[in-house]
């Protein structure tokens, strides 16, 4: 049995979670948020705890099981609480700032680099090196802040670029740490 599928996912106060066959639909106060489980999971909610069962033992239901109890859990959690991701950007001249819903990032190119504002996706500017990506869709999250990353990632030898807050960055030495003749 699946550690993490067998787990019940309690359901918070002011979260309304719907299953209508195979789509399951959660609304909460940051939104609401739809999804479709797979045809052989069966989930069930019962006084405020949802369930996740498979039918059988097959390598395919196993592989599942924990697959949706978890974008289940994260459905929830996101209408409750939301999910965020911090960005660091480091580097000489290096900045971000927020106008109107564009995030605006100057990062060492010609140009100003303009990402605009996604539906369901919050973008805060708390100082000129700081960026943070929040909503209720953990995905959308991770895919908006992977992108805004993508800009300028990071590079071993001065750590200039945008990363994440808890990204450790490796370094290396220059030409001079070779220590040849």
Do not use: C, W
């Not at 399951?24 to 045809?39: A, E, F, Q």
Request: aromatic residues 4%.
């Amino acid at each position: 049995m699946s550690r993490i599928g067998r787990m019940p996912i309690t359901v918070p106060a002011g979260v309304d979670v719907k299953i209508d066959g195979s789509t399951v639909t959660v609304k909460g106060p940051k939104g609401t948020l739809t999804g479709t489980v797979h045809s052989k999971m069966k989930v069930e909610l019962d006084n405020g705890i949802i369930t996740v069962t498979r039918p059988d033992d097959e390598k395919e239901s196993r592989s599942l099981h924990g697959l949706t109890r978890t974008i289940v859990a994260n459905m929830v959690e996101g209408v409750s609480k939301g999910f965020s991701k911090e960005l660091e950007v480091n580097g000489v001249g290096y900045r971000a700032a927020k106008q109107g819903k564009d995030l605006v990032m100057n990062i060492g190119y010609s140009h100003q680099v303009i990402m605009p504002e996604t539906d369901g996706i919050t973008i805060d500017v708390p100082a000129p090196n700081k960026i943070i990506i929040s909503g209720p869709d953990k995905q959308k999250v991770g895919q908006f802040a992977s992108e805004v990353r993508g800009k300028r990632p990071p590079e071993p030898y001065k750590g200039k670029g945008i990363k994440y807050v808890d990204e450790h960055i490796i370094r290396k030495e220059g030409k001079a740490g070779k220590g040849g003749k």
